[in-house]
């Protein structure tokens, strides 16, 4: 799984977010698995020309979620991302189809 997190609170000593991401699939709102919990200390990274800069306000998140031998069919797939500097607890739901 592959998203960023836009906003997140930089620290300011470091000048660095603190995230801590996880994943939830749910089925007909029973937890099927969860993934532990993964800390992001880093802003996205993006090229100009031959230069690689930071882009400030944006972290770029990749979390493994092993879908083997699940059974077909939708599921619910919820992110949770908590910004330890800004304080904001955020949860999105977004449906998944296993074919």
């Known amino acids: 799984m592959y998203f960023q997190v836009y906003g997140a609170a930089a620290n ?3 000048r660095k977010p603190s995230l801590e991401t996880s994943l939830l699939l749910l089925k007909d709102e029973t937890k099927i698995m969860e993934t532990k919990p993964e ?3 880093g802003w996205a990274v993006q090229k100009k020309g031959k ?3 930071e882009k ?4 770029t998140v990749a979390i493994s979620l092993p879908l083997k031998g699940l059974a077909k069919g939708t599921y619910s797939l919820q992110v949770h991302v908590r910004d330890a500097i800004g304080e904001a607890n955020l949860f999105q739901r977004v449906p998944v189809v296993i074919q």
């Open 12 to 14: 300011p000593d470091t």
């Open 39 to 41: 800390t992001v200390q």
């Open 51 to 53: 230069e690689t800069v």
């Open 56 to 59: 400030k306000g944006v972290t």
